[in-house]
């Protein structure tokens, strides 16, 4: 019997609806969560000479053979549950072995993947994402990375009108006990006379670029599904992820020339799945600013009425796309 496999959260609710969408058509689905293991997920693989990986992955309610994985949804899980009571030191160890052993398995897996947590990896890396999209041909900001105020001031210099500085990876972070973000904003003179802690680790400065709207194009193998972004307040033109209640949404197209590029972007990077943002000026020029391996879906299907949990369904059961 053959079987998706499903890694993620278990709270995650996007990957919710594509599991209900891959069972409402019949397909069996192994559901796991990184951190169920070591203690509530089993594993038990074999390899030899004749066969690649096979054996058991199990928790006390399902099981799936290795052999009969086809395909594999990866989509942000959470760390492993060690056993309590380790010091510091084995703690690191049994993650590390736990990250070899189950994650080599997974990775090893010959099936689909939506998407390959090493490509994953790789993708994520904002210069890397920024450098293979101008090799494919797509308009991109003038960009700076450094961690040296001199450099931030030449910058600027060079630029006629105004920058913005944002992070170069995720923008989320933790702080006494509170999800916090860092969001995208644009520099004023007070910041530039005073640039203090530019010199504590890597920052990103862009050209600021006119917008007319923003895009998220979301891209499942290959179909590409398309939202204007609109944003109704100063805070949300800046970064529309600083004000969700303001933001209107409507599907669109993407022109030839854009869809030619993100195509060979994908394949550049490796990845079947991604959220790309892009601005589009009062002009009409497209400029992409990032594309995320792991992004989220979900809200924009619910205010387009886009299939994309359907495409991934479709993309992991090997299914000609839609769109």
């Known amino acids: ?39 509530e997920l089993t594993l038990a693989g074999r390899i030899d000479a004749l066969r690649g990986w096979h054996g058991q992955l199990a928790t006390s309610r399902r099981s799936v053979d290795l052999a009969d994985i086809r395909a594999c949804y990866f989509r942000a899980p959470h760390p492993f549950n060690l056993p309590s009571g380790m010091s510091d030191a084995e703690r690191r160890f049994a993650a590390a072995q736990a990250r070899s052993g189950l994650g080599g398995i997974l990775s090893a897996l010959d099936c689909r993947w939506v998407n390959h947590p090493a490509a994953m990896s790789r993708a994520e890396y904002k ?28 910058f600027v210099d060079g630029i006629a009108g105004p920058v913005i500085v944002k992070p170069v990876a995720s923008p989320v972070l933790i702080e006494d006990n509170e999800l916090k973000a860092v969001y995208t904003r644009r520099l004023t003179d007070d910041d530039l006379a005073d640039l203090r802690g530019i010199d504590t680790t890597a920052h990103m400065f862009q050209a600021w670029i006119d917008k007319a709207y923003e895009v998220r194009l979301t891209v499942v193998g290959e179909a590409m599904f398309t939202a204007e972004v609109h944003a109704g307040s100063d805070a949300a ?25 993100v195509r060979q972007l994908m394949r550049k990077l490796g990845l079947s799945f991604a959220a790309l943002d892009f601005i589009v000026s009062p002009g009409g ?31 992991l059961q090997g299914v000609t796309p839609r769109a």
């Open 1 to 39: 019997m053959t079987h998706v496999l499903v890694v993620a959260a278990r709270e995650d609710w996007p990957t919710d609806r594509v599991v209900k969408v891959l069972q409402e058509r019949g397909v069996q689905v192994f559901r796991m969560d990184t951190a169920e293991f070591p203690q």
């Open 127 to 154: 210069p890397h994402q920024l450098a293979t999209a101008r090799q494919c041909g797509l308009t991109i900001p003038r960009t700076l990375i450094t961690n040296n105020p001199a450099a931030v001031r030449e």
């Open 237 to 261: 033109h800046e970064d529309w992820r600083s004000d969700y209640r303001s933001l209107t949404y409507k599907a669109t197209e993407v022109p030839d020339l854009i869809r030619l590029g």
């Open 285 to 315: 020029t497209w400029t992409f600013l990032e594309a995320n391996p792991c992004g989220q879906w979900d809200w924009i299907q619910g205010a387009t009425g886009l299939p994309i949990a359907e495409a991934i369904a479709d993309e």
